[in-house]
């Protein structure tokens, strides 16, 4: 009974001793490093783990039944859970549910494989680690830990059964790298994971030297997307204005849907402005964006009576509906209306104040499904900053009918020649008011609106003529609905003084017009063959058209559409029409019998090129348009040809765009510049050269460079936000250089005076290193023989900082700002900066 547990005993041994020499076997064949071992382990005590523990390890892996614990070498992994550790050694206690992991020494002595925690969306890069899985509480030293687009660096921390993390001697910072450029270091720092990071007495370092700015605390928001808090002001001064803080304020959150920034710039001499802007957005249903703005800007000290004050104000709205939400009807909305100085006082862009013109638009479209029918409805607005000029449709309703074949049978046996007659229509009704900025919307400005009723109908048809001409016969037929309409009277008065006298009457009326056409056009090839090696054919196209059309005349009586009425106290009549400021004008005074002649001509050769798979034809355009247009009219007594016009367009060196156009008048004319019954061609030429312009532009760039995966870090959605609402100061450093060149030169001689403009403008940028970038803007006018406006633009890429200079050299915009600044959003307001405004000069 003894010998039976030796034999047991034994039986073991040996059998151990078997698999222990098929491992080794094993372990011949097969590199030590590729061996992966990985065992499971489930436990369902209360005081063990109570789900399944994945762990791994490349290099060995020792576990001791008796201590309850495992003991993992080389890239050892451990997986409970949503608890996922890498390390070099870590080391599983399961009697008392705790994880330590630490690094291990590479060949060279340095530390490698530092341990990786991750939980959910926290993760933690450390020295050395302890980890309590059933208390969720753990001990981490030396740690790396990215929360949201900030780091947390500490000596140690602890973490709580909340999961807070408490940081002894940590720093705050945006960098990534592990020995950080700047931080924010604080003895103590709590870390609430998607709400904030709170430390105590803080100060900002700069590769590890303390500054000045030292604060009594700290709080940074940590959520993720949009947050509220304040927005720092900017400060300075200025020689006009006093000592400044600009764009301070505060920024209310809300929600992923909307946010809202208030802001406001304060001045030491009184001035001031404010500011809302708010961004919207809807997933598949519609975004959009608005700003407010106000400013009351005074020259110099308020005190003193030559002072002027300036109240400016500025909106802007932009509005645009996904097309997935309605596929039939579709809102937008960009607006752009303001007081016609602001750009010029409170533009921040360089080049804002160059705008004069100010256009906004709101528009709702509906497509009728099924119908050929279309609506639409639009509240537009006009505005020109230097005659305070504006202009408003209030509102503008329109309603479209596509183009229909009416005589078309769908089970018609071939095509005749009434099936391609087709008709459309359209109906447009407009209310508009014109004014100036400050009387726009006055009782008697309100009382001269315009506003009418236009409907117009046009049908037309084409058919071919002997297999080569395309024929196109067409009638317009348009009418007008007006609620007033116009009566001159004269008037002379007891003083001598005779004038005339315009009444406005109240009604419905209507102004019928119509006209009919018939174009004929052709195509003409010609082609010439070289055998050379490389050039083998050129293909000359020119089409011709002509056009006969025809319209009455509308001012004679039988319409009604025209008056005459005494002009002065010689009893001369005066022509006028009734429907003179009617919104569509009035039908046409005058009979027009037109044969118009237009030629359009394009050219372009054949290539032959040898490739490793042989022979290779290229197309490439030469003149890609060449138009001479002109006109006859047979329906008045002189003066029955029209200008001739000609128009080039093509590409040169495949980089080179090059546009010219020129005008010429068949007619003389005498000393004082007026028209005479004589031919130019009297003279041996051609026309008199009115008018003609001649353009050069190119665009050239170098090759993108190629991203490196490995150095390119993607942007967090904050960041993105930030980078889409500052396009302007968006810097590509993709492409090494551009260059942006145009030149353009009009000459001008409709009578005796000659006018010449000429001017040449240019903007590029140039990566002179992967950090450094340089760009600018400038210009030359060859009339006034000055620059035009000059911007230089120098960005330095300082890993988490960077560094802009603007500098406007000369000129009404003079002024140069440096900024250097933390690159990300969350810490966008530390900065510094010195700036000299344009008004300072």
């Known amino acids: 009974m003894r010998l039976l547990p030796v034999k047991f005993i034994f039986i073991q041994f040996c059998l151990l001793i078997t698999i222990t020499s098929f491992a080794q076997a094993v372990a011949k064949t097969v590199p030590l490093d590729s061996i992966k071992t990985k065992m499971d382990t489930t ?103 990215q929360q949201n687009e900030g780091f947390i660096h500490g000596r140690d921390i602890k973490k709580d059964t909340n999961n807070v993390y408490y940081v002894a001697h940590g720093k705050y910072t945006t960098c990534d790298l592990e020995h950080p450029h700047y931080y924010i270091g604080a003895k103590k720092i709590k870390v609430i994971p998607d709400d904030k990071i709170i430390t105590g007495p803080a100060c900002l370092y700069i590769a590890d030297i303390p500054t000045p700015l030292v604060l009594p605390f700290g709080y940074f928001p940590n959520k993720k997307g949009r947050r509220s808090g304040i927005l720092l002001p900017s400060y300075g001064e200025s020689n006009n204005l006093g000592f400044f803080l600009k ?46 703005s106000f400013s009351q800007i005074s020259d110099g000290d308020r005190v003193l009576p030559t002072t002027q004050t300036r109240n400016d104000y500025f909106v802007r709205w932009n509005h ?63 505005q020109n900053t230097l005659t305070k000029l504006v202009t408003a449709s209030l509102p503008e309703l329109a309603l479209s009918m596509n183009r229909i074949y009416p005589f078309k049978k769908k089970d018609a046996v071939g095509n005749k020649w009434y099936d391609k007659i087709g008709i459309s229509a359209s109906a447009n009704a407009r209310n508009d008011i014109s004014a100036g900025d400050s009387t726009l919307f006055t009782n008697q400005t309100i009382r001269q609106m315009k506003n009418g009723i236009h409907v117009a109908v046009p049908i037309s048809t084409s058919f071919n003529l002997l297999k080569i001409f395309t024929v196109t016969p067409a009638i317009n037929m348009g009418s007008s609905i007006y609620f007033q309409s116009t009566r001159e009277r004269y008037d002379a008065d007891t003083l001598n003084h005779s004038h005339i006298l315009q009444d406005t009457l109240r009604g419905t009326y209507m ?135 000609f128009t080039g367009r093509t590409k040169l060196f495949k980089k080179l765009d090059l546009n010219a156009g020129a005008t010429l008048d068949p007619y003389r004319i005498d000393s004082a510049g007026n028209h005479v019954q004589r031919f130019e061609w009297t003279n041996n030429r051609l026309g008199r050269l009115t008018a003609s ?14 991203a490196d995966p490995k150095a390119t870090k993607q942007a967090t959605p904050d960041e993105l936000d930030y980078i889409n609402s500052h396009k302007d100061y968006y810097v590509d450093f993709s492409v090494p250089w551009s260059l942006n060149i145009y030149y353009n030169l009009n000459y001008s001689k409709p009578g005796i005076t000659k006018t010449i403009t000429q001017s040449a403008t240019f903007s590029g940028d140039l990566s002179v290193t992967k950090k450094w970038k340089i760009s600018m803007t400038s210009g030359y006018d060859f009339t006034s023989k000055k620059l035009t406006l000059t911007s230089i633009n120098v ?44 008004y300072d000069y």
């Open 247 to 292: 764009d301070g304020g505060f920024y209310f959150g809300g929600s992923e849907k909307m946010d809202l920034a208030l802001r406001a710039d304060i001045y030491g001499n009184g001035s001031f402005g404010v500011k809302a802007l708010s961004s919207y957005k809807s997933i598949y249903h519609y975004s959009g964006a608005y700003s407010i």
């Open 511 to 645: 102004a019928n017009d119509y006209s009919i056409s018939t174009a004929i056009s052709t195509h003409l090839y010609g082609d010439y063959f070289f055998k050379t090696k490389h050039l083998k054919q050129i293909r000359h196209v020119a089409t011709p058209t002509i056009t006969a059309s025809y319209r009455p005349d509308f001012s004679e009586g039988q319409y009604g559409y025209y008056q005459n009425v005494e002009g002065d106290t010689t009893h001369k009549l005066k022509q006028y029409s009734v429907y003179q400021y009617g919104i569509y004008g009035s039908p046409a005074s005058g009979r027009s019998g037109l044969v118009a002649f237009n030629l359009n001509n394009t050219l372009e050769a054949k290539t032959k090129h040898q490739s490793d798979s042989g022979a290779v034809y290229k197309k490439v355009n030469l003149i890609d348009n060449f138009g001479v247009s002109f006109s006859y009219n047979a329906a008045v007594s002189d003066y029955n040809w029209s200008n001739i016009n």
């Open 693 to 706: 312009s001649i353009s050069l532009s190119t665009s050239l760039r170098s090759k993108e460079k190629k």
């Open 320 to 382: 645009s509906q996904d097309p997935r939400t309605h596929p039939t009807s579709r809102f937008t909305a960009d607006v752009n209306a303001g007081s016609s100085k602001y750009n010029k006082y409170n533009g921040n862009v360089t080049g804002a104040y160059l705008q004069n013109t100010f256009t906004s638009n709101i528009a709702y479209a509906k497509t009728f499904t099924g119908t050929p029918f279309n609506f639409s409805a639009n509240l537009r607005h006009s």
């Open 795 to 838: 960005y330095r890429d300082l890993h988490c900082w960077e560094m802009r200079f603007n500098w406007v050299p000369f000129g009404f915009r003079q002024s140069y700002s440096v900024d250097i600044s933390i690159k990300s959003a969350v810490l966008k307001d530390l900065k510094l900066s010195r700036r000299k405004d344009w």
């Open 43 to 145: 436990k369902t005590g209360d005081d063990d783990f109570k789900d399944k523990v994945n762990y791994y390890a490349d290099d060995s892996m020792r576990v001791d039944m008796v201590n309850q614990k495992a003991y993992l070498y080389n890239h050892a992994r451990v997986l409970y859970q949503d608890i996922k550790l890498n390390a070099g050694y870590i080391e599983i206690d399961f009697g008392k549910n705790l994880l330590y992991a630490t690094s291990i020494k590479d060949s060279a002595g340095r530390d490698s494989q530092l341990p990786v925690f991750e939980q959910g969306a926290d993760k933690f890069t450390a020295g050395k680690m302890m980890y309590n899985i059933k208390t969720k509480k753990g001990k981490i030293n030396e740690v790396i830990t």
